[in-house]
């Protein structure tokens, strides 16, 4: 089955230190993952994407995503927060039953309060 | 480009009127995607199309439902009659192929309908 895990409901961190916002996959075949992030009152909004080659992909607002293929995660990473980063954050997988097709398969989200 | 473009922002409604949403996506993207997000159920792909044919309606929840593509540029989302459990934010996203990068999927800023 095609799935999707964010095994954490609520990630709290302090400004200034690293965040890891975390996520699991389960696919057939090559992944291909995506992280998005939602404001408050706004729609999702793209963050970074990783398809192949370099495991390690940067996206916007500094932060960038670590592909493990062996651990079959895709952890959302920053190495200082910010207390604007505080939002919900989704990881996503590309589905790949019946084809290559378009349609992704969305994580519960993962809310990130970041304290000041 | 102005992004996914979705009208209107908020929908205030008595049950049982009809209720239409409707989404520009981004020009050239070949994807086009409903879903509803609420606090119960998190974020649900309702239907997408591709290059304008509805694909997979299955997350449509029930004949009070229906959406159209009838160009490139255009589609619409109705739900006739309208009940308050409809209340959600609406998204709609598209997406495409971007050059050298694969595929990048985006959304729109949502439609807020509450109905009474």
């Known amino acids: 089955a095609q799935s999707v895990a964010q095994p954490e409901d609520q990630v709290n961190v302090a400004e200034g230190n690293p965040l890891t916002v975390k996520c699991t996959y389960s696919?057939?075949?090559?992944?291909?993952l995506f992280w998005y992030v939602q404001y408050p009152n706004r729609g999702l909004q793209f963050l970074l994407k990783?398809?192949?080659?370099?495991?390690l992909v940067k996206g916007s607002y500094g932060f960038e995503a670590e592909f493990n293929k062996s651990q079959t995660s895709f952890h959302l990473k920053k190495p200082s927060a910010l207390v604007s980063d505080s939002a919900l954050y989704f990881c996503?997988?590309?589905?790949?039953?019946?084809?290559?097709?378009?349609?992704?398969?969305f994580g519960t989200g993962t809310l990130l309060a970041v304290q000041p | 480009d102005a992004g996914v473009i979705q009208s209107p922002r908020h929908e205030v409604t008595e049950m049982g009127q009809e209720v239409t949403l409707r989404c520009k996506p981004i020009s050239g993207h070949d994807y086009l995607f409903w879903y509803r997000q609420t606090m119960m159920r998190g974020l649900e792909l309702l239907i997408y199309f591709n290059n304008n044919v509805p694909i997979d309606d299955s997350g449509m929840p029930e004949d009070r439902f229906s959406a159209k593509m009838p160009n490139a540029s255009f589609s619409t989302l109705k739900i006739q009659p309208s009940e308050p459990r409809d209340s959600a934010v609406y998204f709609c996203?598209?997406?495409?192929?971007?050059?050298?990068?694969?595929?990048?999927?985006?959304f729109g800023p949502g439609t807020r309908l509450t109905v009474t």
């Open positions: 990783y398809i192949t080659g370099d495991n």
């Open positions: 696919v057939s075949g090559n992944p291909y």
């Open positions: 996503a997988v590309r589905d790949r039953r019946g084809g290559a097709t378009n349609k992704l398969i």
């Open positions: 996203a598209s997406g495409g192929w971007v050059g050298g990068g694969g595929y990048e999927q985006y």
